[in-house]
């Protein structure tokens, strides 16, 4: 990871996208994996990862709330209790069961945003870019991006 730090300022910005959002989905599917050698299988993990980016759009876009670690932290502590949710209605169930219910669950927010029109339904709704402790960050600051998501991703 250090290495990929270093590295990352000598890096086309296209390279830096996408290594940026690998790290992110790469958090997903960690859960993913602890779930599975846990012996659970679930198809709904999309769940959670669309709460907490719907948490944090909201926040940006109704309530003008522009800090990307406050939105951060939202949008983790929406999952986090949704999850405990579940989790307490799901404990007893293993195998298929466990896989369906939490498909189930998955799909009734996705309902729940498609049906929503002051959510722009299908088409979703126009965000601005986040501030950092109050400074915004241009195009020319990929690499910023990339160093926090790296730093995120060792935590």
Known sequence: MV????????????AIFHITRSLGLGLVVLGLMLMLRAGLVSFGQALYYCLGAYTAGILMHFYKLHE???L?????LAAALLAALLG?????YRGIFFGLLSLAFSMILYGVIVKSAGLGSTD???LTSPTFFGMAL???SRYALFIIACVITLV
């Not at 290495?3 to 296209?14: M, N, Q, S, T």
């Not at 951060?72 to 983790?76: E, I, M, S, W």
């Open 124 to 126: 979703g709704f126009t």
């Open 138 to 140: 241009g195009e020319s």
């Open 88 to 92: 307490a209605l799901m404990a007893n």
């Open 72 to 76: 951060l932290g939202a949008g983790t």
């Open 68 to 70: 990307a670690f406050l």
């Open 3 to 14: 290495a990929l730090i270093a590295l990352g300022g000598f890096l086309p910005e296209w």
